[in-house]
């Protein structure tokens, strides 16, 4: 079955940086666009950063854009986030998700499958 699993979160102080992974089995990776989203405390479902099936483009959200990298490699069927510049703000439960075709959204209803999510904490 479809699985993709989160890590590399943790604590990190403002400014600093962190990786995160996310390895998917169970589904051709190659034919699917994939996303980061992340729930901050007491709030709801924010999408992050998306990159299309073969890597051609990315996406970000505003809050993100200028410090968040999204990037896959196909060939390990890993999808990566790597976030620098961290704010405290940027504290929240991240999740990784496949979409449905090849091409990266923000629309949640457009990704049908989610990791279990990696916490991500920034304070000093």
């Known amino acids: 079955q479809v699985q993709l699993v989160e890590s590399g979160g943790g604590l990190a102080q403002p400014g600093g940086s962190l990786r995160l992974s996310c390895v998917v089995s169970?589904?051709?990776?190659?034919?699917?666009?994939m996303s980061w989203a992340r729930r901050a405390p007491g709030k709801g479902l924010e999408w992050v950063a998306g990159?299309?099936?073969?890597?051609?483009?990315?996406f970000y959200a505003d809050s993100v854009k200028g410090r968040f990298t999204i990037s896959r490699d196909n060939a390990k069927n890993t999808l990566y986030l790597q976030m620098n510049s961290l704010k405290p703000e940027d504290t929240a439960l991240y999740f990784c998700?496949?979409?449905?075709?090849?091409?990266?959204?923000?629309?949640?209803?457009?990704?049908?499958?989610w990791g279990q999510g990696i916490q991500v904490t920034v304070s000093s």
């Open positions: 998700a496949k979409a449905r075709t090849t091409i990266a959204t923000k629309l949640q209803y457009r990704y049908d499958n």
């Open positions: 169970g589904f051709t990776f190659s034919n699917f666009a």
């Open positions: 990159i299309h099936h073969d890597g051609s483009d990315t």
